[in-house]
């Protein structure tokens, strides 16, 4: 039953991160921030929610399941990358560079472990 929960999760943070991608781009053609309490903290907080369940079943099925392509550690990172491009996703002046690493590393990652799910 976990796995499921673990899968469902990892979708979610997939459509997440490309929402926070799909954000960004947006406040950099207007060069709008997002408003704090409307926008950039219910985001935050959502993605936090979500990413804090996910990370602790992640890391369980990893431990028990123990994988070759992803590691606990690369979780914790995911987990952390996730909350930090939520907040960042709201603002132009966030490095492009930068957020277009954490966006694809951490697409990666999740991808990896929505593959290794499934099989």
């Known amino acids: 039953m976990e796995k499921n929960r673990l899968l469902e999760l990892t979708k979610e943070l997939i459509s997440l991160n490309e929402k926070a991608h799909t954000r960004y781009l947006e406040v950099r053609e207007t060069k709008e921030k997002g408003d704090?309490?409307?926008e950039v903290k219910p985001f935050a907080d959502h993605i936090k929610e979500i990413g804090d369940e996910w990370e602790t079943l992640a890391v369980k099925w990893l431990n028990d399941a123990s994988r070759k392509n992803i590691h606990p550690r690369q979780i914790v990172h995911t987990n952390e990358n996730l909350q930090m491009v939520?907040?960042?996703a709201f603002f132009p002046e966030t490095s492009?560079?930068?957020f277009k690493s954490h966006i694809q590393s951490i697409?990666?990652?999740l991808n990896q472990l929505y593959n290794e799910l499934k099989s």
Do not use: A, E, L
């Open 86 to 88: 939520s907040i960042q």
């Open 96 to 98: 492009w560079n930068k």
């Open 107 to 109: 697409d990666y990652v």
């Open 36 to 38: 704090f309490f409307t």
